[in-house]
């Protein structure tokens, strides 16, 4: 069965950093696309960054490019999102997921709907 838990987040200042961990089982992370998501209290679900399968190319929100890595290390089975510079905007529950392909394809679309294969969520709380 598939299933995905995240772990890393937590409370940290303006300027900041965290390196958050989505912990594959049931699957292999080089056989489908897996996205990071985040949601803010009073706001919609948000795409945060995704890494490709296929190829290994990653794409980000544009809140986020600069200042977030996604990687993924397949001998852990283990999909990271390194966040640097964080701002109190970044202030989310943020989640992993798995899509039903190799591709990126939707992780910025609102409700993600390729992606059908959630973790839990890790809260990120950034101060200002």
């Known amino acids: 069965e598939v299933q995905l838990v995240e772990s890393g987040g937590g409370l940290v200042q303006a300027g900041g950093s965290l390196r958050l961990a989505c912990a594959a089982s049931?699957?292999?992370?080089?056989?489908?696309?897996i996205g990071w998501f985040r949601q803010a209290p009073g706001k919609q679900r948000e795409g945060v960054s995704c890494?490709?399968?296929?190829?290994?190319?990653?794409y980000y929100g544009d809140s986020v490019k600069g200042r977030f890595t996604i990687s993924s290390d397949n001998a852990k089975n283990t999909v990271y999102l390194q966040m640097n510079r964080l701002k109190p905007e970044d202030t989310a529950v943020y989640y992993c997921?798995?899509?039903?392909?190799?591709?990126?394809?939707?992780?910025?679309?609102?409700?993600?709907?390729?992606?059908?294969?959630w973790g839990q969520g890790t809260q990120v709380t950034v101060s200002s």
């Open positions: 049931g699957f292999t992370v080089d056989d489908y696309a």
């Open positions: 997921a798995a899509a039903l392909s190799y591709y990126c394809y939707g992780y910025g679309q609102p409700g993600a709907p390729d992606f059908r294969s």
């Open positions: 890494i490709d399968s296929s190829d290994g190319s990653t």
